[in-house]
């Protein structure tokens, strides 16, 4: 059973910054590729991204391109996003997912506000 947990998100001011992790089980990390996804309220979820099982093929949402920063460490099966230059509009829940797998885990709480 594919488990996904995302932690470290938190409240911080804009233009601050945030390393949220995603520890997953259930599968063979080092097979799949993994990818962010972001929902604010009222808003549909938003493709944040991708990293290949390799790590060596990135793509970023537009919104993110040139501040967050994707990564992963198959060792430890735990994929991360940095986040840098943080705006009020990136706050949201920030989930992760795997490619191949319908599960999400529960989230983590990104909230950027002076």
């Known amino acids: 059973q594919v488990q996904l947990v995302e932690s470290g998100g938190g409240l911080v001011q804009p233009g601050g910054s945030l390393r949220l992790t995603c520890v997953a089980s259930?599968?063979?990390?080092?097979?799949?590729?993994l990818r962010w996804y972001r929902q604010a309220p009222g808003k549909e979820r938003e493709f944040v991204a991708r990293i290949s099982y390799g790590g060596e093929e990135i793509h970023y949402g537009d919104s993110v391109k040139g501040r967050f920063i994707i990564s992963r460490d198959n060792a430890k099966s735990t994929l991360y996003l940095q986040m840098n230059s943080l705006k009020p509009e990136d706050t949201a829940l920030y989930l992760c997912?795997?490619?191949?797998?319908?599960?999400w885990g529960q989230g983590t709480q990104v909230t950027v506000s002076s």
């Open positions: 259930g599968f063979t990390f080092s097979e799949h590729a």
């Open positions: 997912k795997v490619d191949g797998y319908p599960s």
